[in-house]
């Protein structure tokens, strides 16, 4: 059994509820002198995984508060050891100082994750139903909270599984053949092994189509407006947005930093950047805020390129449509469409006019976004590939299927196919964390608050 670890496992700040968990040796112990129930007796005696009414002491014996605690002793629990709840009062003293009475009755605090990290090493869970478990926390629509606890649920890493899976009968197969040659058992067909890497291959590719989708459920799209000043950038920010976010007045410049909003579509939350107008300025503050809009829509996954059609052609147009045009997904928009239009250029050709005064052309303008986000096929709940590290192992195992299956067209013996086999085995097993070094879980857990 691993030492017993204590936290705090609800978010900072006072609530109605506040709880405090712990795991591993000695737990039953510990509990038994912290907690007494209502009725007599000790929390270790009760049915295991009840909540029990009782009083929580401080280790010189005064009381804490009247609460609820439970016990479920591994490796039935959430992290395979032995495990404790007190589910107390919310207030940010009392858990802190229920926290204390633990300390001083022989736990350590908790690492960033580490209930999740033991869930992951005694076997309760795999990697990727560990990542879920911060993606479901972290979760900022309904859609990516289903996807999460999808991928919680196993969704995923049956589907890799399947794989892997398979691709183990076929190295168990090869290897019988040539260890045990005088046994009867059936003979190695290449044709046969070529369908299979083939079919697999199939597999790993839809695997690695929902790949877009998923980081975008899981992370958003950030998108950044860009524009010379006085061009809508921020009346076009609200109107999305459907409330006032960003301040709007005549004065060019009024935006000197960058504001943002979120809308949804489809499932993707959308993060919209407004940011200061693109000019040439002797104003500190105001070049600062013109540096901060080229620096953010450098980082964008789409940008908004905003001109305003109620004015000529300027500079300052041409110096905004050579930044869109570095992102990777870039929109044009003619803005004020509800004036004489004055602006003409041969790069606009195609551009979205809207007026963000009256909401013409928003609706083709969200449109023309969930063209560039397609929802894609993820097959059912779960089943995306939702962060980098999943995808490049994915990545990994077609690319050596496919080297396999190449070198099988090109005559290579079976026993040299097969080692590309097994290199994609050993990238699925890094995926899931079958086979994984300490290092990359350091990382992964790393993301994880205290408590969970």
Known sequence: MADLIAAIATAPGTGAIGILRLSGE???????????PMGGGLLSDKEPGKLILGTLYTPEG?????CLAVLRPGPRSYTGEDTAEIHCHGGPVLLQEGLRSLYARGARPAEPGEFTKRAFLNGRMDLVQAEAVADLIDARTPEAAVQAAGQLGGAMSRRIRRVYDGLTDLLAHFHAVLDYPDEEIEPFELPLLQKTLQGYEKELRDLLSTYDRGRLLRE????VLLGKPNAGKSSLLNALAGYERAIVTAIPGTTRDTVEARIRRRGLLIDLVDTAGIRPTEDPVEKLGVDRAMEA????????????????????????LAAARKAERT????????????LRHPALEGAICVSALTGEGLELLLDRLDALFPQGSGGAAGEML???????????????LSEAEEALSAGFTPDAVLVGVEDAMKALGELT????????????????????
């Open 386 to 400: 939702t962060n980098a590290r999943q995808a490049e192992n994915a990545r990994r195992a077609l690319l050596a």
């Open 220 to 223: 958003g799209v950030r998108s």
């Open 62 to 66: 005064a009381v804490l508060d009247q």
């Open 26 to 36: 000695g737990c039953a112990r510990l509990m038994d002198e912290a907690f007494r």
């Open 331 to 342: 929109l044009l928009l003619i803005n004020k469409s509800d004036r004489p239009r004055l």
């Open 297 to 320: 829509a450098g980082g964008a996954e789409l940008v908004l390129a905003v001109f305003d059609g109620s004015r000529p052609w300027e500079p300052e147009d041409e110096a905004v």
């Open 433 to 452: 964390g079958i086979q994984v070094g300490e290092d990359v879980t350091a990382r992964i857990f790393q993301r994880f608050c205290v408590g969970k």
